[in-house]
């Protein structure tokens, strides 16, 4: 099992930019950080919680939604047991909580949100237009 914490949300005016990072713990026997694929949702008030970016256990393939094409970049350090979603050129329509999701069985459908075991608390990312 892996605990997920998020953070490095906040308030930034439209067109800058956050750095969230996902900070992993693994428990129980046999638990390693690296075997797990990772990724990033977001839910926005009233709105469904959906997929912005996922990233392979190794950090060799990534897969972003269109609308982080570009815009954001996911990484991981399993050195660290981290991941990361740097976030450039931010709209107000990305306001939302943002949570770190992890995949204990590299599930192909990588965009949705079942395909994830293990979710953080989310951390409020808000964009002033």
């Known amino acids: 099992q892996v605990q997920l914490v998020e953070s490095g949300g906040g308030l930034v005016q439209a067109g800058g930019s956050l750095r969230l990072s996902c900070a992993a713990s693994?428990?129980?026997?046999?638990?390693?950080?690296?075997?797990?694929?990772m990724g990033w949702f977001r839910q926005a008030p009233e709105k469904n919680r959906e997929f912005v970016a996922h990233i392979n256990w190794s950090g060799g393939t990534t897969k972003y939604a269109e609308s982080a094409k570009g815009r954001f970049t996911i990484s991981r350090d399993n050195d660290k047991n981290m991941v990361y979603l740097e976030m450039n050129s931010l709209k107000f329509e990305d306001t939302a909580v943002y949570y770190c999701a992890a995949d204990s069985r590299w599930r192909f459908r990588v965009e949705s949100y079942e395909s994830y075991d293990f979710w953080g608390q989310g951390t409020q990312v808000t964009v002033s237009s």
């Open positions: 693994c428990t129980g026997p046999g638990c390693i950080f690296a075997s797990y694929a």
